[in-house]
């Protein structure tokens, strides 16, 4: 039997607001454009690798923040199979026995998603293994899952510049080696995953307020629901990299990034509540531009902003 580390890579739509995404959204979130893979014997040796870029069938235009994040270009996938061919050319190499193996469910949860949006006959994926969560048994932290990053450096595995992070080919590889680390690696196969269903977010607007347990807003900032907040479109915790800055009011005002769905915008709202006592409400809302240009100006804005600021209170 073979061990097969499976990476992906996939697009997103330019837009939550485009006539793609509004009619198909619900059925395909993501469209996979990068299928990356590592073959590892019985003996845990490598002996061979899978790279195949996919040309998208609805989310057409790469996402700029895609092609930042991934390195892969509009060229790239110019000519490239749909996705229906690459999986057939990813089934072929797999071969007979394998066991497929990621670093958590998110891959899988796509995967699935597009065999069924392509395929139209809901396919089932093939068992596949969480080495994931098997790496946070044996580090023994099961509550908090480790990055792939944190993983290498617990077994002092060096990244390269041969092998860039992002690329699905090359975070595949490095799989591999955090997996040919692990104590009795074959025990992986305790640990199966199932997709898990994406959906979009309820609110048209890519909206999520929710009220904090705070009187102030010096309170909240602080805080941790403040400074990692969730992205109102998947729920992924976020961090903000500048701060926040006041804007008009008592309403305070910082970005964060998802890697799925862009630019957020997080507030601090003071307000009343019911019984007329104060109370901190946060917001996080999903920027209607999303193009690389804008996000990148916005974070220098900000930075600019929360520099000024600290500058004034250093010397208030």
């Known amino acids: 039997m073979h061990y097969i580390l ?26 996979l454009i990068q299928i990356g893979a590592v073959k590892l014997d019985s003996q845990l040796r490598m002996v061979g690798s899978f790279n195949q870029f996919i040309q998208p069938g609805l989310y057409r235009k790469l996402h700029p923040r895609i092609s930042r994040i991934t390195g892969i270009t509009q060229d790239d996938l110019y000519g490239a199979p749909q996705f229906k061919e690459a999986l057939t050319r990813f089934v072929a190499w797999c ?16 995967f699935q998603q597009n065999l069924n949006f392509y395929l139209k006959d809901e396919r089932a994926m093939p068992p596949v293994y969480d080495l994931q969560r098997f790496f946070g048994v044996q580090d023994g932290n099961t509550k908090n899952r480790a990055g792939l990053s944190s993983a290498m450096k617990r077994f002092n595995i060096q990244a390269s510049p041969e092998h860039p992070f992002h690329s699905a080919v090359d975070d595949a590889y490095y799989t591999a080696l955090v997996f040919q680390q692990m104590e009795d690696a074959a025990r992986v196969l305790e640990f ?27 309170q909240a900032l602080a805080s941790r629901p403040a400074q990692q907040p969730n992205c109102p479109a998947c729920g992924r915790r976020l961090t903000i990299p500048e701060g926040y800055v006041p804007l008009r009011g008592q309403n305070w005002r910082a970005l964060a990034d998802c890697p799925d769905h862009g630019l957020v915008f997080v507030d601090l709202i003071l307000d009343k509540n019911a019984q007329g006592k104060n109370m901190v409400r946060r917001r996080a809302t999903l920027s209607d ?11 220098l804005q900000w930075a600019n902003k929360v520099a000024q600021l600290k500058s004034k209170e250093a010397y208030a």
């Open 95 to 110: 071969g007979e026995e394998f066991a497929l193996i990621t670093w958590g469910c998110d891959d899988i949860s796509v």
């Open 192 to 218: 199966p995953q199932k997709a898990r269903e994406i959906t979009p977010a309820k609110k048209t607007r890519e909206e999520q307020a929710d009220d904090l347990r705070f009187t102030t807003i010096r």
């Open 6 to 31: 499976m990476d992906l890579e996939w697009n997103q739509p330019l837009s939550h607001l485009s006539a793609q995404y509004r009619r198909h959204g619900k059925q395909l979130m993501f469209d």
């Open 289 to 299: 531009q999303q193009s690389a240009a804008y996000v990148k100006t916005k974070h």
